[in-house]
Nanobody
Framework: QVQLVESGGGLVQAGGSLRLSCAAS????????MGWFRQAPGKEREFVGS????????VYADSVKGRFTISRDIAKSTVYLQMNSLKPEDTAVYYC????????????WGQGTQVTVSS
């Protein structure tokens, strides 16, 4: 089992920044690809980005590319989502998730943290 706990959400004005954190526990953190997802009211959950188990490779959704950055600190078993130039359409509940390196699906999810961007 992997337990994930997000933090860092809040209310920010458009153009501002936030950094979300996701602390992992329970299994060897370095064996997992970590992803960030978000779900806005009335919409389906969507992929934001991910970082490989080694931290050497990242993937981002087009909607956040150039504004969001994912990083991980293996020693702290924590993954971060740095969000800059925030827009009202970034308002959502943000979730981190873990996928074992040999798996094709994300099997572990955090409880989510609310991000609200005011115009």
């Amino acid at each position: 089992q992997v337990q994930l706990v997000e933090s860092g959400g809040g209310l920010v004005q458009a153009g501002g920044s936030l950094r979300l954190s996701c602390a992992a526990s329970g299994r060897t953190f370095s064996h997992y690809t970590m992803g960030w997802f978000r779900q806005a009211p009335g919409k389906e959950r969507e992929f934001v980005g991910s970082i490989s188990w080694s931290g050497e490779s990242t993937v981002y959704a087009d909607s956040v590319k150039g504004r969001f950055t994912i990083s991980r600190d293996i020693a702290k078993s924590t993954v971060y989502l740095q969000m800059n130039s925030l827009k009202p359409e970034d308002t959502a509940v943000y979730y981190c998730a873990a996928k074992y390196v040999l798996s094709t699906t994300y099997g572990y999810w955090g409880q989510g943290t609310q991000v609200t961007v005011s115009s």
